[in-house]
């Protein structure tokens, strides 16, 4: 597996995955995004062209980069094996996370143990997708305060993510404030109590409110506030939702989003140990 795709290329790639969808969502929503947004560099590897078995959205190897996943769908197991065992697109002597179909666990399971290298799926979630943004419930956002995230609230983001709170995760959430559009509500002060923001994927996420803030509506209108935005820019509008987040579920759902329910995603962590001591 050691094509990689060129400029036009992804274009192309972009239209084919589409024909996959929902089961192609996160990597089509990443071309959707980087054929049209230039952001941190990202290399997009096929095992053939044009037509493709396997295709790789994988970050460059710098240190700053370890934290943001690789994403990877494949429509035939039997090659993605192959490749995982054989290729060098992944150093399994290094940490990285990749997302992809649950369905390919007992793969990922396999080569790693073959490996001799630690490999377990951190997050299991439903797929869930706003089809029809015109049909989004009113919010009543008066006398709410919505911005964007900038810069100066990495940190804040950072050590309240479920999966931040360590140096390396600096460097994805600076990329996705940078690049792609996020919201937040302000208090008085001017300072971000509630939140969301857009991954590199077009996936909405990292839905976070403040303890003392909860209870007032704020996530619905964030939700809200950047479905329509990511709409007005040609994003897919979907998010992931992890299957024990059934709060998350129940809003994203009254919301108007729907799951498909023969989808889920899974994220792989191999080499946890180096990032987490």
């Known amino acids: 597996m050691a094509f990689e795709l060129s400029e036009d290329q992804l274009k ?27 952001s941190d560099p990202v290399r997009v590897l096929v095992d053939r062209w044009p037509q493709f078995r396997v295709i790789m959205c994988k970050p460059h190897g710098e240190q700053s980069d370890l934290f943001k996943d690789a994403l990877l769908f494949a429509t035939d197991a039997a090659v993605l094996e192959e490749i995982l065992s054989k290729s060098s697109v992944i150093d399994w002597s290094k940490y990285f996370c990749v997302g992809t179909s649950v369905s390919h666990t007992e793969i990922f399971k396999a080569v790693a143990s073959a490996k001799g290298v630690p490999c377990k799926r951190v997050a299991k979630c439903y797929l869930m997708t706003l089809e029809d943004v015109s049909r989004l419930p009113p919010v009543d956002s008066s006398g709410i305060s919505v911005s964007s995230l900038d810069e100066s ?24 404030i940078a690049n792609f559009p ?15 923001l857009t991954y590199a994927s077009g996936a909405i996420g990292m839905l976070y409110t403040l303890p ?9 209108i964030l939700v809200s506030s950047l479905a329509k935005r990511n709409h007005a820019l040609g994003y897919p509008v979907y998010s992931f939702i992890e299957e024990e987040n059934a709060v998350s579920y129940r ?18 962590v191999v080499n946890e140990f180096q990032i987490f001591p």
Not at 155 to 160: C, E, R, S
Request: charged residues 25%; aromatic residues 12%; positive net charge.
């Open 12 to 38: 192309t790639a972009e239209n084919e995955l589409k024909k996959y969808l929902p089961m192609s969502q996160q990597v089509y929503g990443f071309l959707v995004i980087r054929n049209r947004v230039r």
């Open 153 to 176: 609230h990495i940190g804040l983001v950072n050590q309240t993510w479920k999966f931040g709170k360590v140096d390396v995760a600096v460097g994805l959430i600076r990329n996705m």
């Open 182 to 196: 996020s919201c937040c509500v302000l208090d008085a002060e001017g300072k971000p109590v509630s939140w969301i």
């Open 212 to 220: 003392e803030h909860r209870g007032k509506g704020y996530a619905k």
């Open 251 to 268: 809003l994203f759902t009254n919301l108007g989003f729907t799951e498909d329910p023969s989808y889920r995603e899974a994220w792989f």
